[in-house]
């Protein structure tokens, strides 16, 4: 299926969950998350922070910040477009509207960190399959970050965050396209890389 097609499908599907069914949801993920062991062994995380229909990252950021984990979060650069990591301290920290509508920490608020320090990467998407590949909103300002992560550093372990309405068959993929190494739905903790012939690795 074309990539446009897929985004609006999962999209429509992602939007009919009801506020309930993400908080439910979301809080089936966040409890296999801080299971995960890539979790575990990580010292400093790179959470998005989640819009409304999102899968839900808020209290997966208090609860690693609150484990002593260091929290960084994106900010956008048109200037550079690409994502700029910060780190933040507060789990309440002040947020303001950053591009496309995407809550970012205040200027105050956020601290600069090099990319090298991150172990792990909770990367969001409109799609994904069970082989890591991915589907954003088409801006491509994620596909560059873990690009230029997979070019500095091999032991970053990149994880997908979905509802498993958003799990498809076979994401479109180029060459220069980076698959995530797990997905973490409310079911399940995908494998991906072990996962080349599609079968199912559960948690």
């Known amino acids: 299926m074309e990539k446009n097609l897929l985004r609006k499908n999962a999209l429509k599907l992602r939007r009919g969950l009801s506020k309930e069914e993400i908080e439910g949801k979301s809080e089936k993920i966040r409890r296999l998350f ?58 309440r920290c002040r947020l303001v509207q950053g591009p496309f509508n995407v809550p970012e920490p205040a200027s105050c608020e956020r601290y600069p960190v090099f990319l090298e320090e991150i172990d792990l990467v909770v990367v969001p998407g409109v799609a994904f399959d069970k082989e890591g590949g991915r589907i954003g909103f088409g801006g491509g300002f994620y596909d560059r970050l873990l690009v230029r ?55």
């Not at 990252?57 to 910040?65: C, F, G, H, P, S």
């Not at 609150?66 to 789990?91: D, L, Q, Y």
């Not at 068959?169 to 399940?188: A, G, Y």
Request: glycine share 4%.
């Open 34 to 91: 801080l299971n995960f062991p890539p979790f575990k062994k990580a010292k400093m995380v790179l959470f998005y922070l989640s819009l409304a229909e999102e899968v839900q990252t808020y209290k997966m950021i208090e609860d690693a910040l609150k484990m002593g984990k260091r929290v960084a979060v994106p900010t956008v650069s048109f200037k550079k477009n690409e994502i700029v990591p910060f780190e933040i301290k507060n789990p």
């Open 149 to 203: 992560f997979s070019e500095i550093k091999n032991e970053v372990k990149f994880v997908g965050l979905a509802f498993e309405c958003q799990i498809v068959e076979r994401v479109p993929r180029e060459q220069h396209d980076v698959l995530v190494d797990f997905i973490i739905t409310e079911k399940r903790v995908i494998f991906c890389k072990n996962n080349v012939e599609g079968g199912d690795y559960v948690s």
